[in-house]
């Protein structure tokens, strides 16, 4: 079985100061890794996603995340926020399942 | 650039009453998923569709669901007796492969009274 764990449900950052978005999954085969992105009364978009290769991945908006196999681990990060970053977001993983598993998501507040 | 459409954005039903939600996925993929969130709470995986038929579906999906790909563009969610508790957000998803990445549409806001 595939699980995926967002630490942190909510995360309060200023305009301008880096922040990083936590995830954890668990699965018995290998995976693929998504970050989405949800806006107020939107959809979802996909960030970033990890497959294969170098474990770093540069996504939309300046994110980036980087796949830590011995962690199992796959954090998201952005050297400098906007406003406008603020949104939930879900980390997501696919295994041996074809469907996204989704994290639990965490809102990501930037204030000014 | 191609999007996942999905109608009506808001659907509001009484318990026990059947409801279709209606999706438009991009036009070259081949796969489709629907996808619920009940408020507050993770996106859960509900069904995914491949040549005319279900792939693979969650607990969640019971004999109240159906899907259907009536005709070669749409692609639909049917709650044949709703509940309360199917009140949530639900998106559609389409892929060119299973591999590939899933593209959401917009979801319907389905409220069960």
């Known amino acids: 079985a595939q699980s995926v764990t967002q630490l942190d449900s909510q995360v309060p950052v200023f305009e301008e100061a880096p922040v990083e978005l936590r995830c954890n999954y668990s699965s018995s085969v290998s995976v693929y890794l998504f970050w989405y992105v949800q806006y107020p009364n939107q959809g979802l978009q996909l960030l970033l996603k990890y497959l294969s290769g170098s474990t770093l991945v540069k996504g939309i908006n300046g994110f980036e995340a980087e796949f830590n196999k011995s962690q199992t681990s796959f954090h998201l990060r952005k050297p400098s926020v906007h406003i406008s970053d603020t949104a939930e977001y879900f980390c997501a993983v696919i295994s041996g399942r074809r469907a996204l598993t989704f994290g639990s998501g965490t809102r990501l507040q930037v204030q000014p | 650039e191609p999007e996942v459409t999905q109608t009506p954005s808001h659907q509001v039903t009484q318990m026990g009453q059947e409801v279709i939600l209606r999706c438009v996925p991009i036009?070259?993929?081949?796969?489709f998923y629907w996808y619920r969130q009940i408020l507050g709470q993770k996106v859960e995986f509900l069904v995914s569709?491949?040549?005319?038929?279900?792939?693979?579906k969650s607990e969640i999906f019971d004999d109240q669901f159906s899907v259907e790909r009536p005709d070669g563009s749409n692609f639909t969610l049917k709650i044949r007796s709703t509940k309360l508790e199917d009140s949530a957000m639900y998106f559609c998803?389409?892929?060119?492969?299973?591999?590939?990445?899933?593209?959401f549409g917009p979801g319907t806001r389905l409220l069960v009274l």
């Open positions: 998803a389409s892929s060119r492969t299973v591999q590939e990445t899933q593209y």
């Open positions: 569709f491949y040549n005319n038929e279900i792939s693979e």
């Open positions: 036009s070259n993929h081949l796969y």
